[in-house]
T-cell receptor, first 111, second 111 residues
Framework: GESVGLHLPTLSVQEGDNSIINCAYS??????FIWYKQESGKGPQFIID?????DKRQGQRVTVLLNKTVKHLSLQIAATQPGDSAVYFC??????????FGGGTRLMVKP | KAGVTQTPRYLIKTRGQQVTLSCSPI?????VSWYQQTPGQGLQFLFE???????NKGNFPGRFSGRQFSNSRSEMNVSTLELGDSALYLC??????????FGPGTRLTVT
């Protein structure tokens, strides 16, 4: 089955710097990927997604890069702010709405 | 538009008891999925209901069950609680096969 892994459990960045969160996936047939943000006491919140026919997608201050060759995706957050402090998950949809989540990376923003 | 609501938000139960958690999806959403979140296992898919039918099921024992009502509200039940069932239980709703919106979760503690 699908497994999704994250490279770093915790990432600490200075406010204003750029953040990069990485994720590896195992199923080369996966064609859709999602990034979620989970703040303390809340459920995961959709940030951005990307389909396998793209290698880059940009949102507001966020960019997702997909490298299908090495089955890796990354989330880049520009000018990281204190409000970006949260746990970030990559997720891969499988049958129906079943999501397989990565282990999560905790982003800590230092003022 | 109101978001996904889950009740109760916090629950303490004793081993061997059973528990029922409730989820009200966003108005108009017909798909409800349930996830278990623990520090050790991360976010794991439990099951998904669409139009009162279970569409997908994760790899959890039969003690975990769910149902969906005609108004799309969903409940999940855990019987014969074990200490390892202590977790944050998250519900997510979607229109169909698209973006899922998560509720804040129910924090279950089994003592």
């Amino acid at each position: 089955g699908e497994s999704v892994g994250l490279h770093l459990p915790t990432l600490s960045v200075q406010e204003g710097d750029n953040s990069i969160i990485n994720c590896a996936y195992s199923n080369s047939a996966s064609d859709y990927f999602i990034w979620y943000k989970q703040e303390s006491g809340k459920g995961p919140q959709f940030i951005i997604d990307i389909r396998s026919n793209m290698d880059k997608r940009q949102g507001q201050r966020v960019t997702v890069l997909l490298n299908k060759t090495v089955k890796h995706l990354s989330l880049q957050i520009a000018a990281t702010q204190p409000g970006d402090s949260a746990v970030y998950f990559c997720a891969v949809p499988n049958a129906g709405n079943m999501l397989t989540f990565g282990g999560g990376t905790r982003l800590m923003v230092k003022p | 538009k109101a978001g996904v609501t889950q009740t109760p938000r916090y629950l303490i139960k004793t081993r061997g008891q059973q528990v029922t958690l409730s989820c009200s999806p966003i108005s108009g959403h017909r798909s409800v999925s349930w996830y278990q979140q623990t520090p050790g296992q991360g976010l794991q898919f439990l099951f998904e209901y669409f139009s009162e039918t279970q569409r997908n099921k994760g790899n959890f024992p039969g003690r975990f069950s769910g149902r969906q009502f005609s108004n799309s509200r969903s409940e999940m039940n855990v019987s014969t609680l074990e200490l390892g069932d202590s977790a944050l239980y998250l519900c997510a709703s979607s229109l169909g096969m698209d973006e899922q919106y998560f509720g804040p979760g129910t924090r279950l503690t089994v003592t």
